[in-house]
């Protein structure tokens, strides 16, 4: 298995509920990456992970909740959700911080 | 502050047209670096180009070319006789020396048969 690992494809969730979103790279990247793509906004930075530190924390609300286990690996926990974080959330992974990003399929993401 | 700009929300061709999708950016640096993205409709960004600052030369691949001009700040991408297979969503994108890609709104390209 290659590239850029996404699961799950689809959450739908209550406001009240608990879950993670899972980002798996196999392509021995050193940086990882977690966006939220909302309709007719632009791709919005939330976090950057590098050699498991994270280096930028984008103004994000404290109900989700990074986690960088090991360099392959990249959880978001998600915590009393909002309608509005509603979204597309993309991962990525890059060589280091100004390689190119290889990104994932994303998570479709339903607040109920 | 960087910025960049897509003022093309959506585009529509007919298969074997050329389409030129534009970006704009804005920025203080001298370094930087500009990329093109590709958002098919399965959801995923797929890299297509990285650019740097310092290149200006313009590229071609396949049939896929970028024009870099540092006078007008633009990193507009060309695509040369369409396809079906090339409606997605296209980003432009700018970072500096750091981790942060700014990433404009996209263009949404529909090629019809």
């Known amino acids: 298995e290659t590239g850029v690992t996404q699961t799950p494809r689809h959450l739908v969730m209550g406001m009240t509920n608990k879950k993670s979103l899972k980002c798996e790279q196999h392509?021995?990247?050193?940086?990882m990456y977690w966006y939220k793509q909302s309709a007719k906004k632009p791709l919005e930075l939330m976090f950057v992970?590098?050699?498991?530190?994270?280096?930028e924390n984008n103004s994000v609300p404290s109900r989700f909740s990074p986690e960088c286990p090991n360099s392959s690996h990249l959880f978001l926990h998600l915590h009393t959700l909002q309608p509005e974080d509603s979204a597309l959330y993309l991962c990525?992974?890059?060589?280091?911080?100004?390689?190119?990003?290889?990104f994932g399929d994303g998570t479709r993401l339903s607040i109920l | 502050a960087q910025k960049v700009t897509q003022a093309q929300t959506e585009i529509s061709v007919v298969e074997k047209e050329d389409v030129t999708l534009d970006c704009v950016y804005e920025?203080?640096?001298?370094?930087?670096?500009l990329f093109w993205y590709k958002q098919p409709p399965s959801g995923e960004l797929v890299f297509l180009i990285r650019?740097?600052?310092?290149?200006?030369q313009n590229e071609i691949s396949g049939r896929y070319s970028w024009n870099f001009q540092k006078s007008t700040s633009s990193f507009n991408f060309t695509i040369t006789a369409s396809q079906v297979v090339d409606s997605a969503v296209y980003f432009c994108?700018?970072?500096?020396?750091?981790?942060?890609?700014?990433f404009g709104t996209g263009t949404r390209l529909q090629v019809f048969p």
């Open positions: 990525a992974s890059s060589q280091d911080l100004i390689q190119p990003q290889h």
């Open positions: 392509l021995g990247h050193n940086a």
């Open positions: 992970y590098n050699f498991k530190e994270q280096t």
């Open positions: 920025t203080r640096d001298t370094t930087y670096y």
């Open positions: 650019r740097n600052s310092f290149d200006e």
């Open positions: 994108a700018l970072t500096r020396n750091t981790d942060k890609l700014i």
